[in-house]
Nanobody
Framework: VQLQASGGGLVKPGGSLRLSCVAS????????ISWFRQAPGKEREGVSC????????YYADSVNGRFTISRDRAKNTVYLQMDSLKPEDTAAYYC????????????????????WGQGTLVTVSS
């Protein structure tokens, strides 16, 4: 079972991208879903989280005010709208489901998550 992340690409600084996270074998509504990213040579970091109920969201300080996480229950999809992109946002982006919590309580904790997919690459460069 995996989540499929898509929507990455090459964009200039200041540009926007929307990432999608889709599950084909289970319902995303049952889980808190988070986006993580990993830049070359760096550890994977939690970027944003949305709770099962949608009432809770979390954003890392580095993306707060620029990124927006949302759900489309009908499409069983979680989105990450990324605006005002910066070169330091360049990374492989992954989505994952939290098997231990349905709410977002601070930075996503890596070992609580499963169903990692292959990720999607975001490159911000002029």
């Amino acid at each position: 079972v995996q989540l499929q992340a898509s929507g990455g690409g090459l964009v200039k600084p200041g540009g926007s991208l929307r990432l999608s996270c889709v599950a084909s074998e289970f319902t995303l509504d049952d889980y808190a879903i988070s986006w993580f990213r990993q830049a070359p040579g760096k550890e994977r970091e939690g970027v944003s989280c949305i709770s099962s109920s949608v009432r809770d969201t979390y954003y890392a300080d580095s993306v707060n005010g620029r990124f927006t996480i949302s759900r489309d229950r009908a499409k069983n999809t979680v989105y990450l709208q990324m605006d005002s992109l910066k070169p330091e946002d360049t990374a492989a982006y992954y989505c994952a489901a939290n098997l231990m919590r349905t709410r977002c309580a601070g930075p996503p904790i890596l070992h609580e998550y499963a169903y990692w997919g292959q990720g999607t690459l975001v490159t911000v460069s002029s």
